[in-house]
């Protein structure tokens, strides 16, 4: 880990940093990287971003004035390269800059050709993979820096030999808005946001929505579907029609402004079987909706159980049904738990708060 002296540096000094993201749309490990690159001002830090392909968040870049490049549209059968050819703009322009920082295991190649041409690496991890291999290992043993986006990342990787460790805590840039008012009456929605596919475990929240006796509520499951969850995409729907509620069931596909989605829900649910970091329930919180998710350590680092929320065990339908009508019955406890949430993330998780925690990462590194 760092120690405080790791940290000292002139904060008056502009560091050049170049992020480089294997994704620019609606995802939570770009949300985390776009989170502070819109701040980094306020940490005297000139971001420029490297994107494999078009999207959301290069266009949101671009227009908050940040150098923005990209490989162009994220094409069928060839996107997964252009993760890869994105180490050809390193070797035109490593000179550039002083640092530069690899978000997610899916650029793991490109930390150790960073390091080839000497230029001074911070590897961010996001995910738990089932194994590290070697060339993770590798990568993580090379970089300069090797960041962890939540205590339970950080565990995961703690027998991985690193040069550098550092925990620095996923954060969000909040909009200025006021927590959510639940009332009675109307259409109560539920909403999820994530990917459409089996690890996240929409399956589990539909069939939780079957059973409940409130007819009045929607399910709203938000998120990008990849070639290879077209038929997990199209069971839900069967599984929709043959239980009757196909009418109350939608897929609206990736939203561009989550915020506003979390704010109409009543409640907000998160079934991913494995996840270091709930962004999505942040998000929810910081609206003031009250979330359910599974019972994981990386859950349990973003919900307080009982408090703005309610953590359940992994796969329990019946456990999840239960809470969700306990919920949707009361909007004095959905205002009760949504005002908690709304409190402790903008307390633990506002992106302001990191600021000083990436310069003096950054200082750490490349000392004046």
């Known amino acids: 880990m760092y120690s405080s002296s790791d940290y000292e540096g002139d904060v008056n000094r502009s560091i050049r940093v170049l992020y480089m993201l294997h994704d620019s749309r609606r995802s939570g490990v770009p949300a985390v990287a776009h989170a502070f690159i819109v701040h980094a001002v306020d940490a005297n830090v000139e971001p420029s971003v490297l994107f494999a392909y078009n999207g959301i968040y290069a266009d949101e870049l671009r227009?908050?004035?940040?150098?923005?490049?990209?490989?162009?549209?994220?094409?069928?059968?060839?996107?997964?390269?252009?993760?890869?050819?994105?180490?050809?703009?390193?070797?035109?322009?490593?000179?550039q800059y002083d640092v530069v920082h690899i978000h997610s295991i899916k650029l793991a190649w490109s930390v150790l050709i960073a390091r080839l041409l000497g230029m001074k690496t911070v590897f961010h991890l996001h995910e738990l993979p089932h194994r590290i291999g070697w060339l993770l290992r590798t990568a993580i043993a090379a970089s300069d820096a090797t960041?962890?986006?939540?205590?339970?990342?950080?565990?995961?990787?703690?027998?991985?030999?690193?040069?550098?460790?550092?925990?620095?805590?996923?954060?969000v840039a909040f909009p200025e808005q006021q927590v959510v008012s639940h009332g009675n009456g109307g259409t109560l929605r539920i909403v999820m946001a994530a990917s459409l596919n089996k690890l996240k475990g929409q399956?589990?929240?539909?069939?939780?929505?079957?059973?409940?006796?409130?007819?009045?509520?929607?399910?709203?499951?938000?998120?990008?579907?990849?070639?290879?969850?077209?038929?997990?995409?199209?069971?839900?729907?069967?599984?929709a029609a043959a239980h009757g509620v196909?009418?109350?069931?939608?897929?609206?596909?990736?939203?561009?402004?989550?915020?506003?989605?979390?704010?109409?829900?009543?409640?907000?649910?998160?079934?991913?079987?494995?996840?270091?970091?709930?962004?999505?329930?942040?998000?929810?919180?910081?609206?003031?909706?009250?979330?359910?998710?599974h019972d994981l350590e990386g859950?349990?680092?973003?919900?307080?159980?009982?408090?703005?929320?309610?953590?359940?065990?992994?796969?329990?339908?019946?456990?999840?049904?239960?809470?969700?009508?306990?919920?949707?019955?009361?909007?004095?406890?959905?205002?009760?738990?949504?005002?908690e949430g709304y409190r402790l993330m903008r307390e633990r998780f506002d992106i302001r708060r990191r600021t000083d925690d990436y310069r003096r990462l950054y200082d750490g590194m490349c000392p004046s």
């Open 63 to 95: 227009g908050a004035g940040i150098p923005v490049q990209t490989l162009g549209r994220r094409s069928p059968f060839v996107w997964r390269l252009k993760r890869f050819l994105l180490n050809f703009f390193l070797v035109a322009r490593r000179r």
């Open 147 to 171: 960041v962890f986006c939540s205590a339970t990342c950080a565990a995961h990787f703690a027998s991985v030999p690193a040069q550098r460790k550092r925990t620095i805590l996923n954060a």
């Open 203 to 239: 399956d589990i929240l539909l069939d939780a929505f079957g059973r409940l006796k409130n007819r009045n509520a929607e399910l709203w499951l938000y998120g990008t579907t990849g070639l290879s969850a077209h038929g997990y995409v199209h069971g839900l729907k069967k599984y």
């Open 246 to 293: 196909a009418d109350r069931v939608f897929f609206p596909g990736p939203t561009s402004d989550v915020f506003s989605v979390f704010s109409k829900a009543a409640v907000v649910v998160h079934t991913s079987w494995t996840e270091s970091f709930g962004m999505a329930l942040v998000e929810a919180q910081s609206c003031g909706v009250p979330v359910i998710a």
């Open 299 to 339: 859950m349990r680092e973003v919900v307080a159980d009982g408090a703005s929320g309610y953590l359940i065990p992994p796969g329990d339908v019946a456990a999840l049904a239960e809470r969700l009508e306990e919920l949707l019955a009361s909007p004095e406890l959905r205002n009760r738990l949504g005002g």
